[in-house]
Structures are given as C-alpha cells and as structure tokens.
C-alpha cells in the first residue's frame, strides 16, 4: 500500500464539539485532498491542499476547515460536530505533478455525531 | 447537472459473463478519467485509468473512451465473485486539481 494512513478509524463525538481528523503521508506528494462519502452522494469534496499552507475549498466545505503545516499531514476540523457531518471521511493523496494521475485513499475515518 | 454520472445498479452477472459499466461527464474540456473499485467498508482503490480516445486493457479489465461523445466504460471480462463491489468513476479536467466522481455503480457476480 502506498503510504496513507488516517487517524483515528471510528470516532464517536457529542453534538456541538470539535473533532479533528488527521491524514498522513509518507509519499511526498504535493496534492492532499479531504472527501466524504455518503449514500446516494457518492464522494464529495471538503477541501484540498497543493502544498505547505496552500489549501482550497471543495463543493461542502461549510463547517470544515483545515490545515497543512507540513507536507506529510493533512488535518481536517470540524468546528463544531453537527448530525449532518456523521459521514466516513477519506483522505487522498495524488502525485499531480507528474500528470493526472489518480488518487491513492487512506483507509478512511467513519465518523457518527450523536 | 452532475459532472459525473453512473447508472446506480445493481449491475447482476453471472460468473463467466462480461460485466459493463458505464459513465458520462458532461464537461467537454475533461483530460482523464479513471475507474475505481469500492469494497463494502472499504476505501476506493484504483483499478484503471484512461487519457486517449478508444481502448485500454489490462488483464481482465478494458476501459472505453469516447470523448465525442463523453462517455466512458468499463469491461469486466471473465467476471468473479470477488469483482462484486461498488465501481465509481472519476474524471479529472484540464484545469484545476481535483477529481470528480459518479456515485458509482453497484455490481453482483452470481456464482
């Protein structure tokens, strides 16, 4: 497997609070990307980043944000959990200066807001 | 109207048989396009990717592009219980640095 892993794996959380979700590479790769997946959905973006600090919104990006202080971590936040965001979160990560080339997914977060 | 699109399924083979999955994107300007499989609880993972009009094989797989006519497709030849899964496609444009998916299509391989 390429170099992926998120963290944690399940996640329970009260309405209301904080949650932080955590991707981490070991691939170097510039393009780190943050979608959920729901039924009938299919995977949505939330936000992206194409480097150190640079980051970009996706299609749901309200109530997320996120951050990259380094290359190998991608972290996502929601600034308070609401029912709407139980989801399972994926990270991806793609080597896009290389050209188009796909994505590798992390194992993914399921997260449940009650 | 979605960028992506997939007929949902479920998709029903028998074993032996010739799965086809197919996809349309609606923006002209799309660059690539790529085929992932989706176990249930399992994250996607990458089986197939195209940039050129016409055929790609690999194995068992082949992918299809036409882009006159903005459809893509995915054969499955010789189909086994374990291709049953969730097949999503994915475009990517010229511009920009994401992905689009379909919300992919459902397939059962009856043994």
């Known amino acids: 497997d390429a170099g992926i892993t998120q963290s944690p794996r399940h996640k329970v959380t009260e309405t209301g609070t904080p949650v932080t979700l955590r991707c981490h590479q070991t691939?170097?790769?510039?393009?780190m990307y943050w979608y959920r997946q729901d039924p009938g959905h299919g995977l949505r973006l939330i936000h992206y980043?194409?480097?150190?600090?640079?980051?970009d919104k996706g299609e749901v990006s309200d109530g997320y944000s996120v951050s990259r202080s380094k290359t190998e971590d991608f972290l996502l936040t929601l600034e308070s959990a609401t029912s709407s965001q139980t989801s399972v979160y994926f990270c991806?990560?793609?080597?896009?200066?290389?050209?188009?080339?796909?994505?590798?997914f992390g194992s993914g977060t399921r997260l449940t807001v009650v | 109207q979605k960028e992506v699109e997939q007929n949902s399924g479920p998709l029903s083979v028998p074993e032996g048989a010739i799965a086809s999955l197919n996809c349309t994107y609606s923006?002209?300007?799309?660059?690539?396009f790529f085929w992932y499989r989706q176990y249930s609880g399992k994250s996607p993972e990458l089986i197939m990717f195209i940039y050129s009009n016409g055929d790609k094989e690999d194995g068992r797989f082949t992918a299809q592009l036409n882009k006159a006519s903005q459809y893509v497709s995915l054969l499955i030849r010789d189909s086994q219980p374990s291709d049953s899964a969730t097949y999503l496609c994915a475009v990517k444009k010229v511009t920009g640095n994401q992905f689009y998916f379909g919300t992919g299509t459902s397939l059962t391989v009856i043994p």
């Open positions: 923006d002209r300007g799309s660059q690539s």
């Open positions: 991806a990560i793609s080597d896009l200066d290389r050209g188009p080339r796909g994505y590798t």
């Open positions: 980043s194409y480097g150190v600090k640079d980051t």
């Open positions: 691939e170097n790769h510039r393009y």
